[in-house]
């Protein structure tokens, strides 16, 4: 038997994202740009020969549609979003213009500004060990935010890993998640 793992992509692009913009918990929807990355996110992992047992989202919109696009070229139907997959909270500079910014001091910024790096890496880990114990045994794809995932998976893995791309996908397994602390 294979180990359980769960599968993590980043939503598609928005026009936030686009205009390099923060997002967090605003809820901006896909542009056609995000969409066309779904499906292609999608193509490829239903040509990969992987198995999803469930498919989960962020109840923001752009997680939410990524996630229903994905499941339809996987054949799976979103089974339920989580609260506690939404991007970070960004305070007082969401929605604010982040070109000619590098990606250590948007990071300085955010953790000035939003939400603690530690309670999002916290209530990351909580909400991955929720939907494991939610479906036991099962493989889940899980689709939310950039930076919720990032901050938690560097935990997991203890790594430092770079921002992610629109619609870049990254497994662990549970066993990992579970094991981090």
Known sequence: MSETTLTLI?????????????QGRSDIPLNDTG????????????????HWDVLVSSPLQR???TAQVIGREIGLEL????????????????????????????????????EATEDVVQRGLSVLRTILADFPGKDVMVVAHGTLIRLTLDRVLDTELPSLENGQVLTVTAEQVLSAD
């Open 10 to 22: 980043r939503h598609g692009q928005t026009d936030w994202n686009l205009q390099r913009r923060l």
């Open 79 to 114: 089974s339920r979003t989580y609260e506690d997959l939404v991007e970070r909270a960004f305070g007082d500079v969401e929605g604010r213009d982040c070109t000619g910014m590098g990606d250590d001091e948007r990071h300085a910024m955010m953790e000035k500004h939003g």
């Open 35 to 50: 969409r066309e990355q779904a499906r292609a996110v999608g193509r490829e992992l239903a040509a990969s020969g992987g």
């Open 63 to 65: 997680a939410r549609e």
